[in-house]
């Protein structure tokens, strides 16, 4: 199995400028989750979904920052306008969703972003 | 609502020597417990797990047991490697949630 499948692994981008994150979730697994990993606050949850539908996304920071899962094999993390305090290595995970939770959530290798 | 403690780092030894990195966790329910780690410019990765109290997790010589009593899920590693550098994180999922709550991690640096 590929694994969890990030794009970019590396982006550069000024202040202002759209961001576009995008994850390929392992192939069979029904939910997804963003992270985002800073020094100061660690490894924060943005949102997840469960079967393509955002089930929380009460980590959002703020408006700038929307996330879509059009179809279980893809979704995007998008900042728009971005700015410096957004600069962070962004996660997506993926997992299968059993009946009462507690499964294993495996890793992308991140997006590290960094905000000009 | 649910929160995990991890230790301070980093975490220095030299190869061989004994490893404990301590987590504890505050659950409404009955959490499963987990140990991610992240090698250097890398994702988090699965270690090991435990579901239940007492149930021990292992992987690659390193273990952990769920102690409900003390709400602790100690990482141990009887001798590390050079290799074994990276930052680890305890985590929990509650039960009924798919969602992970981390600690704030805790980087092992091994020298030879």
């Known amino acids: 199995d590929a694994g969890v499948i990030q794009s970019p692994r590396h982006e550069v981008t000024e202040m202002g400028q759209e961001v576009t994150l995008r994850c390929k979730p392992i192939?069979?697994?029904?939910?997804l989750f963003w992270y985002r990993q800073t020094m100061m606050r660690g490894l924060e949850l943005l949102i997840y979904?469960?079967?393509?539908?955002?089930?929380?996304d009460s980590g959002m920071p703020e408006d700038r920052f929307s996330a879509k899962m059009p179809n279980a094999s893809f979704s995007t993390l998008k900042i728009q306008p971005s700015e410096p305090r957004d600069s962070a290595v962004y996660f997506c995970?993926?997992?299968?969703?059993?009946?009462?939770?507690?499964?294993?959530?495996?890793f992308g290798p991140g997006t590290r972003l960094l905000v000009l | 609502g649910n929160s995990v403690t991890q230790m301070e780092g980093p975490v220095t030894l030299s190869e061989e020597a004994f490893l404990t990195i301590n987590c504890t966790y505050t659950?409404?329910?009955?959490?499963?417990l987990f140990w991610y780690v992240q090698y250097p410019g890398e994702g988090l990765q699965l270690l090991l797990k435990?579901?239940?109290?007492?149930d021990k997790g292992s992987n690659k010589g390193f273990e952990a047991t769920y102690r409900k009593e003390t709400t602790s899920f100690h990482l141990e590693k009887g001798s590390v490697q050079v290799s074994d550098s990276a930052v680890y994180f305890c985590?929990?999922?509650?039960?009924?949630?798919?969602?992970?709550?981390f600690g704030k991690g805790t980087m092992l640096l091994v020298s030879p």
């Open positions: 192939s069979g697994h029904n939910s």
């Open positions: 435990a579901t239940k109290a007492d």
């Open positions: 985590a929990l999922s509650d039960l009924g949630y798919s969602t992970l709550t």
């Open positions: 979904f469960n079967n393509n539908v955002p089930i929380d």
């Open positions: 995970a993926s997992s299968f969703r059993l009946a009462g939770g507690q499964e294993t959530q495996y």
């Open positions: 659950a409404t329910g009955y959490p499963s």
